[in-house]
């Protein structure tokens, strides 16, 4: 069992920075891949990153290559999310999420989920 919980979000202006974080609970932590997702109103929950369960490996969506990285460190058991360049259209809720297999990024691959964290980007 994992728990989740996400911070960092908040309001900001176009070309602005926020950095997610997620705290995991649990003593495995390094055995979870974990993943970024968003959720606009009206819209799918859609991929954002990934990153592996050694932290290697990311892969992160097309819309926000160049912007956004992924990190995180095992030993405080917390997974990142560096937004910078942040655009109107990034505004959503924000999840993290565990996964017990590396390089997924389909949502039904993910077991543990957050509460999610708004992100509110202003024109």
């Known amino acids: 069992q994992v728990q989740l919980v996400e911070s960092g979000g908040g309001l900001v202006q176009a070309g602005g920075s926020l950095r997610l974080s997620c705290a995991a609970s649990?003593?495995?932590?390094?055995?979870?891949?974990m993943g970024w997702f968003r959720q606009a109103p009206g819209k799918e929950r859609e991929f954002v990153g990934r990153?592996?369960?050694?932290?290697?490996?990311?892969h992160l969506t097309d819309s926000v290559k160049g912007r956004f990285t992924i990190s995180r460190d095992n030993a405080k058991n917390t997974v990142y999310l560096q937004m910078n360049s942040l655009k109107p259209e990034d505004t959503a809720v924000y999840y993290c999420?565990?996964?017990?297999?590396?390089?997924?990024?389909?949502?039904?691959?993910?077991?543990?989920w957050g509460q999610g964290t708004q992100v509110t980007v202003s024109s």
């Open positions: 990153i592996s369960m050694s932290g290697t490996s990311t």
């Open positions: 999420a565990a996964s017990g297999t590396n390089y997924v990024s389909s949502p039904r691959y993910y077991n543990y």
């Open positions: 649990g003593r495995t932590f390094s055995s979870y891949a």
